[in-house]
């Protein structure tokens, strides 16, 4: 059975944070997920450390040399076999309840095509700094947005 949620990670140089970022997706609440972690070429211990998760819903990809961030996130969408896309990047954690949430509010709102989530600020050492921007709501606001 295909999963209902795929979690796009693409990753490059991100020996210091991409276990977290990992972790978090694989102990979420929701459990009906594949992890993409398309892997950019990068120049440190990054795909070793990835390649030391033995879960069935990691699927590891490889570019041959490296495309950047765009690329990666693409082909981690055009590998995805799930109804939606979540996407995480590798010096990010997501709290252990967002797919469930997520997932719970699309099912119910089949008329919301793209939805986000407010992201808590935290160091280098994982201090709570403060909360990104407020979310924007209002549909015509955000088309309007989307022009710039």
Known sequence: MDPLVSVIMPAYNGEKYI????????????????LIVVEDKS???????????????IRLYFNDRNQGIAYST????????????????????ALERRLEWQVDFLEKHEEIDVLGGRSAL?????????YDKEPIYNPKYIKANLLF
């Open 19 to 34: 276990g977290e970022a990992i972790e978090s997706v694989l102990n979420q609440t929701y459990g009906n997920l594949e």
């Open 74 to 93: 693409n082909l981690g969408i055009e590998k995805s076999r799930g109804k939606y896309i979540a996407l995480l990047d590798d010096d990010d954690i």
């Open 43 to 57: 120049t440190d211990a990054t795909p070793d450390l990835i390649r030391r998760y033995q879960d069935s819903r």
């Open 122 to 130: 935290i160091d280098k050492d994982g201090n709570f700094i403060g």
